[in-house]
């Protein structure tokens, strides 16, 4: 069983910056995309971001592209988030989650639902102040 660990979440002021980290348990993490999800108090858990198996692809929600950048270094089984220009409606709890399909050949729109995922972490809180 595949066991996933985020960290880096925090406080920070809009404009600020963060980066989260998703630690997998496994060798075998480098054979399927990962992707970050969000969710806010009284809010469903909304995609972020997802990387490719190979690192080559990516997709962010429209709400983040151009602030958020997603990577990953399979030699430390990690796949990061990075945060940028943060804003308070950026606040939530982030999660990372491991595709149930190794090696995807794209990672368009099936990587945006909460079901294509088969593991995730525990979640990271990151807090916007205005």
């Known amino acids: 069983q595949v066991q996933l660990e985020e960290s880096g979440g925090g406080l920070v002021q809009a404009g600020g910056s963060l980066r989260l980290s998703c630690v997998a348990s496994?060798?075998?993490?480098?054979?399927?995309?990962m992707g970050w999800f969000r969710q806010a108090p009284g809010k469903e858990r909304e995609f972020v971001a997802a990387i490719g198996w190979s690192g080559r692809s990516t997709n962010y929600a429209d709400s983040v592209q151009g602030r958020f950048t997603i990577s990953r270094d399979s030699a430390k089984n990690t796949v990061y988030l990075q945060m940028n220009s943060l804003k308070p409606e950026d606040t939530a709890v982030y999660y990372c989650?491991?595709?149930?399909?190794?090696?995807?050949?794209?990672?368009?729109?099936?990587?945006?639902?909460?079901?294509?995922?088969?593991?995730w972490g525990q979640g990271t809180q990151v807090t916007v102040s205005s």
């Open positions: 989650g491991k595709d149930s399909v190794s090696r995807r050949f794209t990672i368009g729109q099936g990587l945006r639902v909460r079901t294509a995922y088969d593991y």
């Open positions: 496994e060798q075998s993490f480098s054979n399927y995309a």
